[in-house]
């Protein structure tokens, strides 16, 4: 099995930033991709960004040029760099994989969540 687990959220005024981390943890074999999603009360679960092992990145369209998703592959952890925080950036962010457990087919997995609060 594979854990991963966020950190590094909390609250934050409008124009701040906050850095998010995530940690896989287990027997893994394999993490082809991670990213980041979210989810506000009230609202579908949507992605915020992704990020391949080989460093391709994908980042909806109301993040982009706001906030920048990189991984270190040997520490298995992914980051969510986020600048220019707006009061709809408020949500629950949770971490995603796409990871291989050893001796096991890929499958996806998720993250508990961190708390991200973008308020005056």
């Known amino acids: 099995q594979v854990q991963l687990v966020e950190s590094g959220g909390g609250l934050v005024q409008p124009g701040g930033s906050l850095r998010l981390s995530c940690a896989a943890s287990?027997?893994?074999?394999?993490?082809?991709?991670m990213g980041w999603y979210r989810q506000a009360p009230g609202k579908q679960r949507e992605r915020v960004a992704r990020i391949t092992s080989g460093g391709s990145t994908n980042y909806a369209d109301s993040v982009k040029g706001r906030f920048t998703i990189s991984r270190d592959n040997a520490k298995n952890t992914v980051y969510l760099q986020m600048n220019s925080l707006k009061p709809e950036d408020t949500a629950v962010y949770y971490c995603n994989a796409d990871a291989a457990p050893t001796g096991a087919t890929m499958r996806n997995y998720w993250g508990q969540g961190t708390q991200v609060t973008v308020s005056s």
């Open positions: 287990g027997s893994i074999f394999s993490i082809y991709a």
